[in-house]
């Protein structure tokens, strides 16, 4: 579990550690990643081998604050591990600062992780940008938040380059207490705030509904 810096390189892609904190980990990473661009693995999710020159491609030739790329889920399951989801984009889309972090209030949005996306090491190390450790499983949503707050606009793409064979679990209050951050973040911004609402009223509604 222990983070060893890395040789000055293009881009980073930062591995779960075998034990720890992870979110720890990721914001050690952070702090001494020498790459001008970074990524975050996760577990259960396989990236394509060239995920990273694909988005930094972008990056590099666009001027782009953060970059994105689709996925799809697997059934692990079944033998053939059968594709039973994948993202909705079919062209390259670009976003400014507003319309990406209305996307973001969507809670079961694509969006909403961080392991299909490039960051600009620059912009977390000046603008001190890290994980919440307080609330792990929900720690991505406010920081990509605080990240394109920071950021001017991001591209999405419709390639596949990475696969999910299972998603990670979050804890209801948890989830709602990073909304509730993400509100923080955007309190000037109208539809941000009633998205944010409207999708915590949503989650206390289908919690009441559980037999």
Known sequence: GEFIPMKKVDYEIIPIPTS??????????IRYSRAKYIMFAARGVDMDH?????????????GFGMACCGYDIRDTSSPKAEIYYETPEFNRRVLDREDMLCRLFYQTHYQGFIWNKMFRTS???????RFDTDIPGSEELPFLV?????????VMLPDHLCHV??????DLDLEMEAYGRMKKKLWRHDDARWLCEESISLMELELDQEP
């Open 123 to 129: 912009i977390l190390k000046r603008r001190h940008i």
């Open 20 to 29: 720890g904190n992870p979110t720890a980990f990721r914001n050690k990473a």
């Open 146 to 154: 605080r990240y394109m707050c920071a950021a001017g606009d991001a």
């Open 165 to 170: 064979n299972e998603l990670p679990q979050a």
């Open 50 to 62: 060239d995920i990273g020159e694909h988005l930094m491609s972008q990056m590099e030739d666009y």
